[in-house]
């Protein structure tokens, strides 16, 4: 079975410096990897998304990610947050039918 | 383009009524998916369709709990009898795929936060 784990329920950061938020699958063929975010009172917009070939995906608002194979992981990451970047961010992992993780809430600080 | 609509965005029910969620996915996407997210149990796929038919529904919670896509700009997720635990935000979700299989990016609609009394 699919599974997704987001081990960091909420992170604070001060705006202008750098992010990575976590993320650790099980899956058992090749993943399809996903991050979305979810701003309040909003849906879900996909940031990036990875499938194959470069491990190092980049997605839109200057976010990347990166695939690990041999950690099952798929950190996303962003070299300065600015303060519109506060919002709650998922991992998934599926072909259509996705598993999301738990979420990570992302708190900026002025 | 309009993007996934959803109706009510905002539903308050008593205990036991019947509820509807309406949803209409993206002209030309083919795979509609439901999700349900509550603060206990994070965002769960429900059932999802392919091409107005439902692939999967290993999700929904309980016999409670139908959907239907009638056509391809149009699907239900109803509630009947609803009961608190119901309580959550309710999303809907199209792409373009194959019995539910997709590469491609999954849209959201804003959701209809529920609320059962």
């Known amino acids: 079975a699919q599974s997704v784990t987001q081990p960091d329920i909420h992170i604070t950061v001060s705006e202008g410096a750098s992010l990575e938020l976590r993320c650790n699958y099980s899956y058992g063929a090749t993943p399809y990897l996903f991050w979305y975010v979810q701003s309040p009172g909003q849906g879900l917009q996909l940031l990036l998304k990875y499938f194959s070939g470069d491990t190092l995906v980049q997605g839109i608002k200057g976010f990347e990610a990166e695939f690990k194979r041999s950690q099952s992981s798929f950190n996303l990451r962003k070299p300065s947050v600015h303060w519109s970047d506060a919002a709650e961010y998922f991992c998934?992992?599926?072909?259509?039918?996705?598993?999301f993780g738990t979420g990570t809430r992302l708190t900026i600080i002025p | 383009d309009a993007g996934v609509i959803q109706s009510p965005r905002h539903e308050v029910t008593e205990m036991g009524q019947e509820v509807t969620l309406r949803c209409k996915p993206i002209s030309g996407h083919n795979s509609l998916f439901w999700y349900r997210q509550t603060m206990m149990r994070g965002l769960e796929l429900l059932i999802y369709?392919?091409?107005?038919?439902?692939?999967?529904d290993s999700g929904m919670p309980e016999d409670r709990f139908s959907a239907k896509m009638p056509n391809a700009s149009f699907s239900t997720l109803k509630i009947q009898p609803s009961e608190p635990r119901d309580s959550a935000v309710y999303f809907c979700a199209s792409t373009t795929g194959w019995r539910g299989v997709s590469y491609n990016e999954q849209f959201f609609g804003p959701g209809t936060r529920l609320t059962v009394l």
């Open positions: 998934a992992v599926g072909e259509g039918k996705l598993t």
């Open positions: 369709f392919n091409n107005n038919v439902p692939i999967d």
